[in-house]
């Protein structure tokens, strides 16, 4: 006589839970997630009259001046003679960056013809000064 078995091993995997696990992490991560809106010194951006946006942020290096004659690049501080060799290191990197120079209105114009100096002498040539729209 031949008995057939009565339990059967199940190896399916209930997903009925799914959907409310996936949106109680979806709203944890939106609670607890801060974007950082701009990094680098405190600057006061000069006003211009028209303003052209830079196309890509990707082949973008920005170098932050404050008042105080501070130069920040990636979140760090540096003096305007290691600019050359920074800037040298990330235009091996990236052939096309583009440096993005935000300087405060008050800054001393000799520290940002330094900055060019240096940035002459890392052949990083394509320069962009950014600014505020002038508000009339």
Do not use: C
Not at 8 to 13: D, L, P
Not at 33 to 60: D, N, Q
Not at 91 to 107: C, Y
């Amino acid at each position: 006589m031949k008995f057939s078995r009565k339990t059967k091993i199940s190896s399916e995997i209930p997903t009925a839970s799914m959907p409310d696990i996936i949106f109680m992490l979806l709203i944890f991560f939106m609670v607890t997630t801060v974007l950082r809106e701009s990094s680098g010194l405190p600057v006061e951006l000069p006003k211009a009259k028209r303003i052209e946006k830079l196309k890509s942020r990707r082949h973008t290096s920005q170098i932050w001046v404050s008042r105080e004659g501070l130069i920040s690049i990636d979140d760090r501080l540096f003096n305007v003679s290691d600019i050359r060799h920074i800037m040298y290191d990330k235009r091996v990197s990236d052939p096309m960056i583009t440096v993005s120079l935000k300087a405060d209105e008050s800054a001393k114009m000799e520290l940002i013809s330094g900055i060019h100096e240096e940035l002459r002498q890392a052949d990083a040539l394509k320069l962009n000064y950014s600014t505020k729209t002038l508000v009339n």
